[in-house]
Nanobody, 116 residues
Framework: QVQLVESGGGLVQAGDSLRLSCVVSGGTFSRYVMGWFRQAPRQEREFVARIGWSGVSTSYADSVKGRFTISRDNAKNTLYLQMNSLKPEDTAVYYC?????????WGQGTQVTVSS
């Protein structure tokens, strides 16, 4: 059974940085496309960033481009999201997702709160 566990969330001030981690177990991490999504209160879950199997191919939502960086360590079965210059509108529960093609597996989420 594939499990994804996120960590690294917290309460920070605007302009601060955070790094989220997502550890994957029970599957073949190096064969998964990985993504980060987020859901703010009373809003739909939205795409944040995506990274391909090898880590070379990445894509970002326009709202985070230039501030967030997605990366992965296949030796550690871990996905990362480095978040810089955080804004109050980045406040949300952040989820990691994985799958060979589509996002078949999801974590439980980690809360990020950015105060102004």
């Amino acid at each position: 059974q594939v499990q994804l566990v996120e960590s690294g969330g917290g309460l920070v001030q605007a302009g601060d940085s955070l790094r989220l981690s997502c550890v994957v177990s029970g599957g073949t991490f190096s064969r998964y496309v990985m993504g980060w999504f987020r859901q703010a209160p009373r809003q739909e879950r939205e795409f944040v960033a995506r990274i391909g199997w090898s880590g070379v191919s990445t894509s970002y939502a326009d709202s985070v481009k230039g501030r967030f960086t997605i990366s992965r360590d296949n030796a550690k079965n871990t996905l990362y999201l480095q978040m810089n210059s955080l804004k109050p509108e980045d406040t949300a529960v952040y989820y990691c997702a994985a799958g060979p093609i589509a996002y078949d597996y999801w974590g439980q989420g980690t809360q990020v709160t950015v105060s102004s």
